[in-house]
């Protein structure tokens, strides 16, 4: 389950390192209720309504759509996000495309290019109609003159597939995990930390 982005003027300096991993990790069988449960358990208990209020429900159902493509997210935009400083909600974000395959029920692998990063790993699905959630976890690395931040992220995304592409199309990025040997030289992010974005026109392209 690995990496992604992260940007903001404050982290524009660093240099990002890209990885490609699909180890199945990701997917849960077994339990799997509690596997998400266990995504926004890191939530703080006083942020958890907020999160619900931004982001809204997540489709849980066990008999997801079929969601394979190639999307486009474009802008994307930041709805939310607990932190305050240095994370502005008008910062412009690169566009994001998402391509799924491989999708077998509750499983498929996910290619997704945000600015000059591509990841791809196995994720979770669910999902109910055409309405559908996905679930990975990765890890993100933040280098910069030596230091290095090793970031462990949740990621959700969620909306509702249709012939031509993805309406309401919206991406919860939840810090789990934070390695840290900067001793305060990067950004420091707490565990519980979240990030909601969405597609600014409500509509992601099938292409």
Known sequence: MKISKLIIPIVALFLFSNCTKNDNTTVVLLGEESYVEDMLSVIPD???????????????????????GDFLMTQKQRVFSN???????????????????NQENRIATLKITEGTETVTDTVYITGVDNHFAVYYTEDK?????????????NVIFKGEISEYGIRNLFMASIIADVIDNSNGALFQYNVGDFFIYKDADGFSKKF
């Open 46 to 68: 006083t942020l958890l309504d907020v999160f619900d209020t931004h982001f809204g429900g997540i489709y849980n159902g066990l008999i997801p759509p079929n969601i394979e």
């Open 83 to 101: 932190i305050t400083e240095g994370w502005p909600l008008d910062v412009i974000e690169p566009d994001v495309t998402l391509s799924i395959y």
């Open 141 to 153: 690395v933040l280098s910069y003159l030596g230091y290095e931040t090793i970031i462990k992220r």
